[in-house]
């Protein structure tokens, strides 16, 4: 039964973080629109600019949510198994990233970083859940 309650948990953990995305995205892309029309000629092409703005609005709220939600899991789990961890993020992998994978700069420069940044956030409360059981 205590299986069945942390399967459910991490289930409506993780469809709402994908909420929480879909959502802040909404938000992150009228903010990046707003100052991207203030910077001239910055729809025309990718600039470093673009792509701090992009990660400083999008990357990081996705990383603080997604930190957020490990706390609770680990909080609430009774088991703590590691993949509970990897679950969160599986549907936000199959939201967000098309099939065939696109080879643009943009995608290269925008999302891969993205998806770094969530595995080593990951790989930190992973590696901090290991260090804690051992002491």
């Known amino acids: 039964m205590d299986r069945v309650k942390d ?24 903010v990046i629109f707003n100052i991207m029309n203030l910077l001239p000629m910055a729809g025309e092409y990718l600039t470093f600019k673009n792509v701090i703005v992009e990660h400083a609005v999008l990357t990081l709220p996705f990383i603080i949510i997604f930190w957020l939600f490990t706390r609770i899991v680990s909080s609430f789990t009774l088991n703590n198994c590691s993949y509970f961890y990897w679950a969160l993020l599986i549907p936000y992998f199959i939201v967000s990233h098309p099939f065939p994978l696109p080879t643009d700069v943009t995608f290269l420069a925008i999302v891969i970083p993205r998806d770094i940044a969530l595995f080593a956030c990951l790989l930190y409360v992973l590696n901090q859940r290991h260090s804690v059981r051992a002491a």
């Open 7 to 30: 399967w459910s948990l991490v289930i409506f953990l993780s469809i709402l973080y994908l909420y929480l995305v879909v959502y802040f995205t909404g938000i992150g892309a009228g």
